[in-house]
């Protein structure tokens, strides 16, 4: 975008000490490509503007998906929600944030917010399709990944989407050997509550009680509470006759429960 890049280079030339002209320098090159010249723009933006809301949630967007940075980009994504409690893009960024740093509890509210401010937003859907199914919430998931593709989501996006709905179609009280192996092989498995949760189903079924109970473990560690996997891991223990086991099971799926 040579066109966008001289603009930018205009608007910071002209407005050097002015945050609106700066933050159109900044948006420009973020458009661009130039992530590190609209990080540096950004920056000075806030400098001039500590509110500027466009500013917060951009830059907490390329620390995020360009520079890997969680921590900053969540700390970003605070301050604009302090700017604009009410802002969906805001809440989507603050949400996404989150989903990414694994705090799929704390994600789902944000993203949530975003799809009632952002209907029509496919990317949007997408977010929060993808705290659901990591809460184990597969009803919710499944309605807000049809949504999304319905919305026409971006390849890369599209194809995971189909992916996971692929997961949440599949039957778990019957399991081939051939099932339980794609779906061991799939990628992402360690990140993905529900597929966990699944192939824990198919092990039990096929009579593998060990290897189920080994996947459940996974499925509630990556999304506590998972009451799903974690009332499935205390049958699990006392067939085994592992009663203290599945006590702690309760336990530990007790106290990660929301207070009312």
């Known amino acids: 975008m040579p066109e966008a890049l001289a603009l930018a280079g205009v608007a910071a030339?002209?407005?050097p000490h002015d945050a609106e002209g700066l933050l159109v320098a900044a948006v420009l090159k973020d458009a661009s490509g130039d992530a590190d010249g609209a990080r540096e723009a950004y920056e000075q933006?806030?400098?001039?503007?500590?509110?500027?809301?466009?500013?917060?949630?951009?830059?907490?967007?390329?620390?995020?998906?360009?520079?890997?940075?969680?921590d900053l980009a969540l700390e970003l994504a605070q301050r604009a929600r302090q700017v604009a409690a009410n802002d969906p893009a805001?809440?989507?960024?603050?949400?996404?944030?989150?989903?990414?740093?694994?705090?799929?509890?704390?994600?789902?509210?944000?993203?949530?917010?975003?799809?009632?401010?952002?209907?029509?937003?496919?990317?949007?859907?997408?977010h929060l399709d993808l705290t659901r199914y990591m809460l184990g919430d597969e009803v919710g998931a499944r309605a807000a990944l049809e949504r999304a593709l319905g919305l026409t989501l971006e390849d890369d996006s599209a194809a995971e989407a189909r992916r996971r709905l692929a997961v949440l179609s599949l039957d778990a009280s019957y399991a081939s050997a051939g099932d339980i192996a794609q779906l061991e092989a799939a990628p992402n498995l360690s990140r993905d509550a529900i597929a966990l949760r699944r192939l824990g189903a198919m092990q039990a079924a096929a009579g593998?009680?060990?290897a189920a109970i080994t996947r459940y473990e996974q499925a509630l560690r990556l999304a506590p509470p998972n009451p799903q996997a974690a009332l499935k891991l205390i049958e699990l223990h006392r067939a085994n006759g592992d009663l203290p086991r599945a006590l702690e099971v309760a336990r530990t799926m007790h106290r990660a429960l929301p207070d009312d």
């Open 13 to 15: 030339t002209h407005s």
């Open 45 to 70: 933006v806030l400098a001039l503007d500590p509110r500027s809301l466009t500013a917060l949630n951009n830059l907490a967007c390329l620390q995020e998906a360009h520079f890997r940075n969680l």
């Open 90 to 126: 805001a809440a989507d960024t603050l949400g996404w944030i989150l989903y990414q740093k694994g705090y799929y509890s704390r994600a789902a509210g944000p993203a949530a917010e975003a799809v009632t401010g952002l209907p029509d937003s496919a990317l949007v859907h997408y």
């Open 208 to 210: 593998h009680p060990a």
